[in-house]
DNA sequence: CCCGAGGTTTGATTTGTATCAATGCCAGAG
DNA sequence: CTCTGGCATTGATACAAATCAAACCTCGGG
């Protein structure tokens, strides 16, 4: 049986309804995180009249591997999984999309893979088209991209890594703390709590574990005194035991 | 004990012994594969004045993890090993570069990954601040890298798969597959004979498995008739048993 | 307040791959 | 030709994580 069959395609929504129309990326809250970062006043507006506010609910597609890309998106808020499934149901997410990611980086037609919100998403959309013209013309967010690009990769061949040659505590203290780091940058400031928005399935296919093989070990985690468990999330009792067997 | 300390620093080399200078980049095979597809007749020839021609002989390091990014490469012939290792010695290839392709993506200043020579390497050698110089005043090279750069994400992607969800033996069959497909593209034309200049442990290394079981699991195929070891590769007897066991 | 569904935890058992330990097989040096 | 060192192969055994199978929350709906 499929477990994705709950997925359903995405319901687009009309216009974001907490800001006047031409103020959206002004006070755009994830501005600083993300590709727009690059981009001057001038051209800003000039992007906004290309973008679209949309929200995506929780475990809705924003798309799938096999659709053409149409559109890419920029995270506001929420967080997205992004899975790369084989035929007989086995998964791979290849990483989770927070406030301030791009998706659709490649600008290629396809899509390599599928996107599915874990949580409520709020996400910028450009089509895609016009939004690689307008790359096109503008070096420095096209170098912007690239910046990102590039970084991704870097993540991706620390996660190679974590998936050929960490084990399972290895991999738990691992996602953790890159856990922590991703939500004290979204946040802007320090947090306690790691909020956990995705299931332990979810967990597990990120690192290439089984569910059951991600709770006992993470219970195994809260019986040594290295963690809390909290609704939502975790919190830290031995953060110097996640530093010592993570991957950097 | 580190089974990396027989790499030693590379060696450079006087240039190209084959051509008279000045006629390096138009007369190169690789270009059609590289960066370099993207650079007109004018940009090439002032390319060409920026580049130099390297040797790197079999295990030597083009460089390390630690190094200072002072160069970017274009592998021009041979095959490199690309290496993330742990402080504990486990080590995981994250890829293996050969003719067209390019080390130093992502223009920083810091590698994040060894390169090591496999076989002897020639690569076209560019000062990374010079090269990142001319690809800000080229936007069809940077898009040209840009392009590059989402690739290799798609491939890592891939190999997160592979890594994550995958039997040894469907590791092996995919990795074959792809080798076959990367040495068709090299030479231009299908070929017989997959040539393995790798190693077992770097085999090992790149799948996330030890040296036993892909010993084990080639030699299994070979019992099922599946392939014929030759010396220095393998040859497919059932390309359709590859195709169905592989990942895509 | 109870019920049911979806997700999580826990336990028992199996298994694929790692580990440990020889042995085999060249190719190059002497 | 023989020795040697560096892989590669093969076999025996161990073990981490998967699989199979319940039981257990918890939260929203009736």
Redo the contacts with the bound molecule.
Sequence with gaps: MDRNS?IVPFHETASCAHHAKGDECRFCNVRRLSICAAVDAEELSFLEDLSGDTVFEE?SALFREEDEAISVYNVTSGVVRLVRSLPDGRRQITGFAMAGDFLGLSLNTSWSFSAEAVTDVRACRFKRSTFEDFSDRKPHLMKRMHEFATHELSLAQDHMVLLGR??????LATFLLELKRRWTRVEGHEIGLIK?P?????I?DYL????????????QM??DRRLV?V?DGIRFVDPAYFEAHALR
Tied chains: 1, 2.
């Excluded at 995705?198 to 979810?202: A, I, K, S």
């Excluded at 574990?209 to 070990?217: F, G, H, K, Q, W």
């Design positions: 709950d475990k960490l084990t399972a505590e290895e991999k956990l995705m299931g332990r399935q979810d597990a290439g574990l089984t569910i059951e093989t991600v709770s006992r070990t993470i219970n809260h019986r468990i609704p």
